[in-house]
């Protein structure tokens, strides 16, 4: 549209610095405290065939039903911009043979998923999920593993007043018994509930558990639980995730009306919500899906795991002190002619590990250095006939004779700020 300024697209933003720097830092941690527990990093794609979506999530879940991004592709195919990733994580398992890997096969992501939802604080239709998966086992204690290493990451990253839910859905022979009963209690109160509740008896009963609706609350509040429906089995898995949980002290609440907005899930489910957050206040969740890999074609295969929204972890955590600045040292030259000497200059102090920007030697001196001033260096380097080293908090001055002698002098002048070694 010519003259009209372009801009992001609803519910997409950039994230420019310093949000940006924040972010990485949450991945490092995320990256440390997984890979720490044995977690590898994968990617998958970001587009996948919607037929995946519809098998995997499942066809009367909200996601599939009208928040995917969906086109057909030059050939007339189908895709889809991921909207989550367990789907994907267990397609590329069945596809590359995984189960052949030493089990658990336990993964991680991170990376951009799509759903087609109305904007808000907190809700984008562009967002960054970071994820863990356990694939081929049934322990309980994988179960309580993956809710440890959330709840370190939530915490290590700051998010405050946080709440663990917890409950179990059981199989899916369980659950067909129990939305059974669930559906019956339904039609007979169905003139309570909310028209979308309703509309949903037949597909998916459980979700009215998810309503805001003053009536249909009231009915859900009397209505049958599938946790008292558990078969033996099932049951006893929860009572050892719940006895793990316990003896390592996590504190969680089990909630019976825990609904993932996910068809696949099996036993364990949880969610981490942060009371600091508004209506959008689920920073992350998962459960298992003992069926799912089997449902897409692979052998049967037990398998647990979460997602965290990584813009709400950052919300939870609110904001943070200014950080410092981006840059050790500024290296200034007094004419143009000393660009070269100060390119290589530049390498050493990084070779040192300094942090350092060169100035643009086609500027007068002067602008370079009000330049180092407004980036918040803590030093320039003027290269000239001689060096000079220039504080900039106290515009003092002196020769020197090299770049190992900036470092030096950095470091005595404030120890904590130069902490980067040499590599
Ligand atoms: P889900 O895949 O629905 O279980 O979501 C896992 C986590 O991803 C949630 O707890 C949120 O933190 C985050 N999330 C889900 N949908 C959105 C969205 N539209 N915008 C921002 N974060 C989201």
Redesign the pocket.
């Known amino acids: 549209m010519p003259g009209e300024r372009p801009r992001a697209p609803r519910g997409t933003f950039d994230v420019l610095p310093p949000e940006s720097e924040r972010r990485e830092r949450l991945r490092a941690l995320c990256a440390e405290v997984l890979a720490g527990a044995g977690y590898r990093y994968v990617e998958t794609p970001v587009i996948e065939h919607t037929e995946l979506f519809v098998r995997g999530v499942g066809e009367a879940t909200d996601?599939v039903r009208k928040e995917m991004f969906t086109f057909a592709d030059k050939g007339g195919r189908s895709l889809t911009l991921r909207p989550?990733n367990t789907a994907g994580i267990c397609r590329a398992y069945v596809e590359h043979g995984m189960h052949k890997w030493p089990q658990p096969v336990r993964l991680w992501y991170w990376g951009p998923?799509f759903?087609h939802?109305a904007p808000q604080a907190?809700?984008?239709?562009q967002?960054t999920?970071v994820g863990a998966e356990a694939l081929g086992s049934d322990d309980p204690a994988l179960d309580a593993e993956l809710i440890l290493l959330l709840r370190e990451i939530l915490e290590r990253a700051g998010a405050r007043h946080l709440r663990l839910r917890l409950a179990s859905l059981g199989s899916p022979a369980t659950r067909a018994v129990y939305a059974e009963e669930l559906r019956q209690y339904l039609k007979q109160r169905e003139q309570l509930l909310a028209p979308e509740v309703r509309e949903r008896i037949d597909k998916n009963p459980l979700r009215a558990f998810d309503s805001d609706h003053p009536s249909t609350r009231a009915v859900m509040a009397q209505a049958p639980r599938l946790l008292d429906r558990l078969d033996a089995d099932d049951r006893e898995h929860f009572a050892c995730v719940r006895a793990l949980l316990d003896a390592v002290g996590v504190e969680y609440e089990v909630d019976p009306t825990l609904v993932?907005?996910?068809d696949y899930y099996t036993r364990t489910v949880f969610?981490f919500e942060s009371q600091a957050l508004g209506a959008?206040r689920?920073?992350?969740?998962?459960g298992r899906y003992d069926r799912l890999i089997e449902e897409l074609g692979g052998p049967p295969t037990a398998a647990c795991g979460w997602?965290?929204?990584v813009?709400?972890?950052l919300l939870a955590a609110g904001d943070q002190p200014a950080s410092e600045s981006h840059v050790d040292v500024l290296v200034a030259t007094v004419d143009a002619a000393r660009a070269a000497r100060a390119l290589t200059l530049a390498r050493e102090l990084r070779s040192l590990g300094l942090r350092v920007e060169l100035g643009d030697s086609r500027r007068a001196l002067r602008r370079q250095l009000r330049h180092a001033d407004r980036l918040g260096a803590r030093a320039a380097v003027i290269v000239g006939d001689d060096l000079q080293l220039k504080r900039l908090a106290d515009g003092s001055q002196v020769a020197i004779g090299g770049a190992a002698e900036v470092v030096e002098i950095l470091r005595t002048q404030d120890p904590s700020q130069v902490g980067q070694e040499a590599s």
């Not at 689920?282 to 998962?286: E, I, P, S």
Request: aromatic fraction near 12%; glycine fraction near 26%.
């Open positions: 996601i989550e998923f759903r939802e907190g809700r984008y239709r967002f999920q993932r907005g996910l969610e959008q689920g920073v992350g969740g998962g997602a965290a929204g813009e709400r972890i």
